[in-house]
């Protein structure tokens, strides 16, 4: 059987959670069948050493991706690409209208990721991306509630969308969690009382600002110190309120780190307060590692993958006064429940082992794919 070339096409394979999905599905793609071809615009990102040697792998010459249309479809027709695969709404649109300029008989896919929208304007653009979207063999959500979202604001019918949860790569996850931390790492672990950890870019929508104020009410209940990994453009911001709320050396920011699990696991609480979110990677990862959750119930992952509170705690977004309080709950559980409530954790991310999650992405595929030959 000849093998299909599936195009993945994003922005760079930097620190965010849409370049760590199409890793897990690039990496565990079935090799007997498809051949992976990864394309991204001309920046250097973080998870590009754990491509597999077998992947081949291009860089446009430009950063901009308005001027990536047309040097994608020359890649499309020059690398017989069957299929192309995007995620993203800017990079779902280039990818689609690069497809169309290939003028060959290639497909494409695209995956929606989060809970866009709210202002005039944002959803605005959304109906223009709806409107390139029907252009595409399929549509992906990472979540129910991502796909309701793409019925209500872009406008696409329910029929053209299929839901896939991420791929979490589990067996990755249990080697990389054992791995030793470096010594000043180590020493916050071991400052005593509790070790909370977040993890997530230092944006408005990941709302660390409430978990810091939640964290702050926490001292009063019970000892402990916060691990923020992560970076981005509200450090500053952020460093000056803990410096406010008298919490200097009681938070840590560690920066984006390659290897997440081996903090994670050794946390005693994993907590999320974004905004909004598609599906929460993160969260799946956490209890994937043993280890238990607080999370805001945002639109519209957490809900879904914490079953509606069964596999960790929820609490209203942006109210700090119920984190905080759900955050002590989660602590002071006697250590029994604590032991079942990570085990029924470890359970549940099974259903989102990247083994399980890729072959539902390959069944797409082949749906597509078979779409082209009836034609």
Known sequence: ??????????????????????????????????????VTLNYNGSYESELNDDVTFIKLDTKRLSRSIFKLASIIRKENIDLVFSTIPRVNTIATLATVCSFTK????????????????????????????????????LSEGVKENLVSKYK????????????VDIEKISVLKSEELDGSHDTIF????KTILTAGRLVAQKDQATLIEAFRMLQKEVQSSLIILG???????????????GLSGKVHFLGFQKNPYKFISRADLFVLSSQHEGFSHVIAESIASGTMVVSTDCKSGPSEVLEGGKYGFLCEVGNSQEMSGKMIEALTLPE?????????????????????????YE????EVLCKKKRR
């Open 1 to 38: 059987m000849e093998k299909k070339k599936i195009l993945f096409f994003i922005y760079e394979m930097g620190a965010g959670g849409a370049a760590r999905t199409l890793l897990n599905i690039i990496n565990n793609l079935n090799r007997e069948r498809f051949k992976p071809v990864l």
């Open 106 to 141: 290639c497909k494409n896919v695209v995956r929606e990721a989060d809970n866009l929208g709210g202002t005039f304007k944002e959803n605005t653009q959304l109906l223009l991306f709806g409107l390139v979207y029907r252009m595409s063999s399929q549509v992906v959500s």
């Open 336 to 360: 029994d429940e604590k032991d079942m409530l990570r085990n029924a954790g470890i359970k549940r991310a099974r259903a989102f082992d990247a083994k399980v999650i890729v072959k539902e």
């Open 231 to 245: 970076e981005g453009p509200l450090k500053h911001e952020l460093e000056q309120q803990i410096n406010s709320a």
């Open 156 to 167: 696409l019918s329910r029929k053209r969308i299929k839901v896939i949860y991420n791929p």
């Open 190 to 193: 071991r400052q005593g009382g």
């Open 363 to 366: 069944e797409v595929f082949d």
